[in-house]
């Protein structure tokens, strides 16, 4: 069996991924301590995810992130890498598409 997770951020979730099915045994959106990866690749999605929060503008949402050029490029190059951390750890019989539009 195939496990397929898409991987974003999302405002006000605290983890990046989803899984297609909503019934999935993961939760809906993942519960990382669910999943079969290292407890460093889990608090680092939950890191990245807590980051994720402070790029929203939050007394007016729909305003361009208050982030710089130099942090938002800093958080995609830290979400590209752990993405790739997280493919390897889960292996064969995973597939984690990246909808994350980075």
């Known amino acids: 069996m195939i496990h397929y997770l898409r991987f974003f ?4 979730v605290d983890t990046p991924l989803w899984p297609e099915d909503m019934d999935s045994p993961y939760g809906y959106p993942c519960d990382l301590a669910r999943l079969p990866i290292s407890p460093q690749t889990r608090a680092e999605l939950a890191r990245l995810s807590e980051w994720y929060q402070s790029s929203i503008d ?3 949402p729909p305003d361009p992130a208050p982030w710089s050029d130099e942090e938002l490029q800093q958080f995609k190059q830290q979400a590209l890498s752990t993405l790739d951390v997280l493919r390897r750890e889960l292996g064969v019989g995973w597939v984690v598409r990246d909808e994350s539009l980075l």
Do not use: I, K, P
């Open 9 to 12: 951020f999302e405002a006000g």
């Open 58 to 60: 939050w007394d007016y």
